[in-house]
T-cell receptor, first 112, second 114 residues
Framework: EPEVTQTPSHQVTQMGQEVILRCVPISNHLYFYWYRQILGQKVEFLVSFYNNEISEKSEIFDDQFSVERPDGSNFTLKIRSTKLEDSAMYFC??????????FGPGTRLTVL | GNSVTQMEGPVTLSEEAFLTINCTYTATGYPSLFWYVQYPGEGLQLLLKATKADDKGSNKGFEATYRKETTSFHLEKGSVQVSDSAVYFCALSDLGGGGNKLTFGTGTQLKVEL
């Protein structure tokens, strides 16, 4: 059964460093999403991506964040200069025409 | 804006007990409603959904009915198993804004014991 994959499963970084979180969505899906969950808090929407551009983003998704689909299979989230408060679990999701979102297992980001 | 409120956990039940996890929502328009489940170490999996008022979503013995009059989507199961132990998230999707982002509740951890 097709699934969304994410790498790495855990990323540890120093404050101020850039990180790139990677996702491989389901191959025939058209819509891509990033969400995050700070420990003990809600899963929060960050950004949606369709037709090679951002379709919607939340207040959290400021200039430090960017997304890219560099090669038709990967979907990446870049955080330019990480802060302590960026520590969270980051989930990638994808959906087809039916709009049901399929989630990856998440990347745990720890900023020290 | 949209929001989802669900009961806090953890909820601890004995095997074969009846489960209810409450979920209420606030939304403009007519959202679709979902329950997602997260097993330890895994991603979020769609458990069931309902797209309009009075629809009942069901899967694996779980069910939830979209109640517009009470803005609720409570999750129920008649007889839980140890394998149902997981975190359950209620969510809504509003097709406005050019996408269908999900708005989640805080999640409710369910522990089922023998």
């Amino acid at each position: 059964e097709p699934e969304v994959t994410q790498t790495p499963s855990h990323q540890v970084t120093q404050m101020g460093q850039e990180v790139i979180l990677r996702c491989v969505p389901i191959s025939n899906h058209l819509y891509f999403y990033w969400y995050r969950q700070i420990l003990g808090q809600k899963v929060e929407f960050l950004v949606s991506f369709y037709n090679n551009e951002i379709s919607e983003k939340s207040e959290i998704f400021d200039d430090q964040f960017s997304v890219e689909r560099p090669d038709g299979s990967n979907f990446t989230l870049k955080i330019r200069s990480t802060k302590l408060e960026d520590s969270a679990m980051y989930f990638c999701a994808s959906s087809g025409q039916g709009h049901e979102q399929f989630f990856g297992p998440g990347t745990r980001l720890t900023v020290l | 804006g949209n929001s989802v409120t669900q009961m806090e956990g953890p909820v601890t039940l004995s095997e074969e007990a009846f489960l209810t996890i409450n979920c209420t929502y606030t939304a403009t328009g007519y959202p679709s409603l979902f329950w997602y489940v997260q097993y330890p170490g895994e991603g979020l999996q769609l458990l069931l959904k309902a797209t309009k008022a009075d629809d009942k979503g069901s899967n694996k013995g779980f069910e939830a009915t979209y109640r517009k009059e009470t803005t609720s989507f409570h999750l129920e199961k008649g007889s839980v198993q140890v394998s149902d132990s997981a975190v359950y998230f209620c969510a809504l999707s509003d097709l406005g804004g050019g996408g269908n982002k999900l708005t989640f509740g805080t999640g409710t951890q369910l522990k089922v014991e023998l």
